[in-house]
C-alpha cells in the first residue's frame, strides 16, 4: 500500500507571511475608480481610434463557450457562500502568484483530497492573506481581472491592503446575499447569451436536463471532457470506463463497446444541447493505430486498472500515449459524423509539484506549458478531415513561438481548422498583442475562434471579455492609423472578434 504522503514543510501553517509589506493606502487619497482607457494604446495617434471601436463593441453579449464554471451554480441557483470562495480558493491563477511569495494553500482555505479541513478555515482570514498580498499582482491579468470585478461588479471604492480587506469583505458578502448576485441574476447582469459547461464523459446531464425543463437549455451548454476515459495509465481508468458506459446504457467489454459507449454519450450530449468535445492531452499527437492493437491495449489497461485476472500488465507511458493519439484521431472521425466541434489544447505539465498534487489534487497553480509541435501531430487527422465538411478543430496553446511558425499556417489554409484565442498563461493584453501580430498576417481574423474565455471563476467572465475587447481594439485601431482598414471595417472586426467569429465556430449542426 503506498503510503499517504505527508505535507510539505513548505505547507505547513507559518504566522510569517503576515508581515511581508502591503499595498497600504499611500497614495490613494480619492475613492479607488478604474481609467476608462485601461489596456488601450497609450500613444496619442491611435488611443482615439481604438477608443471609437471599443465602445462599439463593449457591450455586445459574451459568447463563453470555452468555460469550467460547474453547471450545479446555474441548476440550484444558490447563493455563493463568501468572497474568499468565490474569488480566492477555486482561481488557480491566483493562488499560485500568493504561493510563489510564501502563502500555502492551506492557508488560502484550499483543503486536502483526505477531506482534512484546511489550515485556515475562516474565509475572513483568507481574504486578508489575500488583500495583504494585493500587490503582488501587479502587472498580471489577475490584476486587471479581479479590479474589474471588485469595482465594476461589487462596487469596491478601497484598493486591497491588510488595512481595507475587512470592509471590502463585509461589502462584497453583502451584496453576496442580494438575490440579484445569484448565479441565474448574473448570467443577465454580465450579458451571457451562452455559457459552456465542462462535463465529464459519464455526466449523467441531469442538471442539463433540469435547466432545459426550465427554460435555460439554449443558454447553459454541456461539453463533453473524455479525457479520463482516454487516458489508459490512468489509475482510475477502469472505474471511469464503467461508469461512462452505465450513463451510456453500454455494458464496456471490448473495444468495440467502448467506442459504442463512447459515440452513445457524444450523442447525449449533443441532444441536451452539446456543441463540442473538449480534449488536453499533453501532446497533440493524432497517429491512428491498427484497431486490432489498440483492443488489446484496451484490454491490458482495463484488466491492470480495475485488479481483476491478468492485471499485471500494465501498460506503459509510450503505449499508453500511442492510444491516447490514436483515440485523438477516432474523436476526429466521431466529429466529422455528429458535428460536435473538437477543442484541442495540449502542452501542459499539470501538477508540476508532484507531493502537492497528490495532497491538494489539480487546478492549484501547479500547471506548467511545455513546448508543442504540431505541424507532424496533426497531420493524420487533417489529411482524413481537414477538408471534411462534417468536421471542425479549434486547437489552442500556451507555447507562443508556434502561433507564426505552424498554428496560423494551419488555420490559414484548412477549412476545418480554427485558430484558438490565447488561452491560460496567454489571456493577458501583451501576449493577446503578441497573438494578434504573430497570427494575423498568416491566418487572418476569420480563422480564428473570437475571444471564448477558459476560466472556473465566475464573475471574471466578463472582465475577461472586456480585457480581450480593448486589446483587439488597440491592435485594430494601429492597423486603422496605418491605413492598412478602414474604420468601418475595423469596428466590423471588432464585432466578429468579440461576438461573430465564436458563435460560427461553435455553431450547431
Known sequence: ????????????????????????????????????????????????????????????????????????????????????????????????????????????????????????????????????????????????????????????????????????????????????????????????????????????????HRLRAEGLGERVLPTLRPDAVLTLDSPTFAADVARTGAAAGVEVTSYATYLEALRAQRARFKAAGGRATDHGPFLPDTTPMDDADAARLLDRALRASSGGPGGTDPVTPAEAAAFGAHMLFQTAAMAAEDHLVMQLHPGVARGHATARTRLFGPDKGYDIPVAVEFTRALQPVLDAFGHHPGFRAIVFTIDEDVYSRELAPLAGVYPALRLGAPWWFLDSPDAMRRFREAATETAGFSNTSGFVDDTRAFCSIPARHDLARRVDAGYLARLVAEHRLDLDEAVETAADLAYHLPLAAYAAA
Not at 39 to 58: N, Q, S
Request: with cysteine; proline share 11%.
Open 1 to 208: 500500500m503506498t503510503p499517504t504522503p505527508t505535507a510539505p514543510a513548505a505547507e505547513q501553517p507559518s504566522a510569517a507571511h503576515t508581515d511581508r509589506p502591503t499595498d497600504g493606502l499611500a497614495g490613494q487619497t480619492s475613492p479607488w475608480t478604474l481609467h476608462e482607457d485601461r489596456a488601450l494604446p497609450a500613444d496619442p495617434t491611435t488611443r482615439p481610434i481604438a477608443r471609437e471601436i471599443y465602445r462599439a463593441v463593449r457591450d455586445l453579449p459574451i459568447v463563453s463557450m470555452h468555460g469550467h464554471v460547474p453547471v450545479e451554480w446555474f441548476a440550484d441557483d444558490t447563493p455563493f457562500p463568501d468572497p474568499a470562495q468565490l474569488l480566492v480558493v477555486p482561481d488557480h491563477y491566483l493562488l499560485r502568484l500568493l504561493v510563489s511569495q510564501g502563502a500555502t494553500l492551506p492557508e488560502l482555505g484550499v483543503g486536502a483530497l483526505d477531506g482534512s479541513a484546511p489550515a485556515e478555515a475562516d474565509p475572513r482570514a483568507v481574504w486578508r492573506r489575500f488583500c495583504a498580498g494585493w500587490r503582488h499582482l501587479r502587472g498580471t491579468p489577475t490584476r486587471f481581472w479581479l479590479e474589474t470585478e471588485l469595482v465594476e461588479i461589487f462596487g469596491v471604492t478601497q484598493r486591497p491592503s491588510a488595512e481595507t480587506a475587512d470592509a471590502i469583505y463585509d461589502q462584497v458578502a453583502a451584496a453576496l446575499a442580494d438575490p440579484g448576485f445569484r448565479p441565474r441574476a448574473l448570467l443577465d447582469r454580465f450579458g451571457i447569451e451562452v455559457i459552456a459547461t465542462t462535463d465529464p464523459a459519464w455526466s449523467s446531464l441531469e442538471h442539463h
